[in-house]
Structures are given as structure tokens and as C-alpha cells.
């Protein structure tokens, strides 16, 4: 099955954890964060050290653009 936009699976397809994030937590003692990918739009993996490199080198910033008062209010924030 092909999910696309505009869809009413496409948003909550892009927002389910992917696959694997129960065995990379088992193989590691740190906790895991979900980060958005800004090339694919997917969840993916972070260990802190990577969600630091996320958040202050530029991928989050890169991945909220434009539409950041979009997405928070489309998720009942702002």
C-alpha cells in the first residue's frame, strides 16, 4: 500500500518511530530520542549526543524553516 499526502494515514505514518528503535535500545545503556530527519521527513534515532549535534548544528533549524508556527500550532502548542 502506497501512502500519500493527503492521505489520512500519511501524517500518522510519518510520526511512528521506525522499526529498529527497540533493538538500538537494547544495545545501548543511553536513552534514545526521535528526531525528524530533515532529508526524508521520517523519525529517526538520536543518542543525546547526536540530538545535541541535531539541535545545535543546524538540522532541527533545517527541518523547522518556514513552518515552525505551522507545525506547533498544528499540534495544539502556540
Same mark, same amino acid.
Not at 502506497?2 to 543511553?30: H, S
Given at each position: 500500500?502506497?501512502? /500519500?499526502?493527503? *492521505? $489520512?494515514?500519511? *501524517?500518522?505514518? /510519518?510520526?511512528?518511530?521506525? $522499526?529498529?528503535?527497540?533493538?538500538?535500545?537494547?544495545?545501548?545503556?543511553?536513552?534514545?530520542?526521535?528526531?525528524?530527519?530533515a532529508?526524508?521527513? /521520517?523519525?529517526?534515532?538520536?543518542?543525546?549526543d547526536?540530538l545535541?549535534?541535531? /539541535?545545535?548544528?543546524?538540522?532541527? *533549524?533545517?527541518?523547522?524553516?518556514?513552518?515552525?508556527?505551522?507545525?506547533?500550532?498544528?499540534?495544539?502548542?502556540?
Open positions: 500500500m502506497l501512502i /500519500l499526502p493527503g *492521505d $489520512p494515514l500519511f *501524517d500518522i505514518t /510519518l510520526a511512528t518511530p521506525p $522499526p529498529a528503535w527497540k533493538v538500538q535500545q537494547q544495545l545501548t545503556d543511553e536513552p534514545l530520542n526521535f528526531v525528524v530527519d532529508e526524508s521527513g /521520517l523519525l529517526r534515532v538520536a543518542t543525546p547526536e545535541t549535534e541535531y /539541535l545545535y548544528g543546524g538540522e532541527y *533549524d533545517e527541518v523547522m524553516g518556514e513552518n515552525e508556527e505551522e507545525w506547533w500550532g498544528e499540534y495544539g502548542v502556540a
